[in-house]
T-cell receptor, first 115, second 113 residues
Framework: NAGVTQTPKFQVLKTGQSMTLQCAQD?????MSWYRQDPGMGLRLIHY???????DQGEVPNGYNVSRSTTEDFPLRLLSAAPSQTSVYFC??????????????FGPGTRLTVL | GQQLNQSPQSMFIQEGEDVSMNCTSS?????WLWYKQEPGEGPVLLIA?????ELTSNGRLTAQFGITRKDSFLNISASIPSDVGIYFC?????????????FGKGTKLTVNP
């Protein structure tokens, strides 16, 4: 199993550009989530999904969209990038869809810089 | 906003020393999780705690679920250079009918050989 994969590893955008951060898992996990990590702020939840076709907002959802058309994939879209979105983005997944009961497996992260 | 307070924010220790860090919240948690993040990597789960008062070990790591269910502690004994990283506590929080995992801001550990 590849686990949780994220692409790209690094990305530089100009303000106003759009892009999609890809996340895929091959563990048949129901629960998938996106976090951003900023210095001194820990991991903050952006959006999450408890199964295909179901998504919900986390702590910092503004400026981001998600969809979950398949169990395996959970892309994160930035419609109009802003410098405040410069961060490291982590995708995570877990089996049962209850974050506290099951271990969340994290991807390697995408480092995004918005100029 | 974030629900978990971790301390200390950072630690600089000598190899061989023991380390203690903790996580507190104003909310009650039914599960406490401790993760470690190495530079350039995603977090990896170290220990999961499911019961108030529970004490669980993973090698040189020991974590405890506080009796009040509002705190948890992580200890590392006889630290080695590969213990370097950021340690996060996390717990599930139910908001609006769904459960989300929330994280503390982390304790950054530096071990001097």
């Amino acid at each position: 199993n590849a686990g949780v994969t994220q692409t790209p590893k690094f990305q530089v955008l100009k303000t106003g550009q759009s892009m999609t951060l890809q996340c895929a898992q091959d563990m048949n996990h129901e629960y998938m989530s996106w976090y951003r990590q900023d210095p001194g702020m820990g991991l903050r939840l952006i959006h999450y999904s408890v199964g295909a076709g179901i998504t919900d907002q986390g702590e910092v959802p503004n400026g981001y969209n998600v969809s979950r058309s398949t169990t395996e994939d959970f892309p994160l879209r930035l419609l109009s990038a802003a410098p405040s979105q410069t961060s490291v983005y982590f995708c995570a997944s877990s089996y049962q869809g209850l974050a506290g009961v099951d271990e969340q497996f994290f991807g390697p992260g995408t480092r995004l810089t918005v100029l | 906003g974030q629900q978990l307070n971790q301390s200390p924010q950072s630690m600089f220790i000598q190899e061989g020393e023991d380390v203690s860090m903790n996580c507190t919240s104003s909310s009650i948690f039914n599960t406490w999780l401790w993760y470690k993040q190495e530079p350039g990597e995603g977090p990896v789960l170290l220990i999961a705690l499911y019961k108030a008062g529970e004490l669980t070990s993973n090698g040189r790591l020991t974590a405890q679920f506080g009796i009040t269910r509002k705190d948890s502690f992580l200890n590392i004994s006889a630290s080695i250079p590969s213990d370097v990283g950021i340690y996060f506590c996390a717990g599930p929080l139910t908001q609006g009918g769904s459960e989300k995992l929330v994280f503390g801001k982390g304790t950054k550990l530096t071990v001097n050989p």
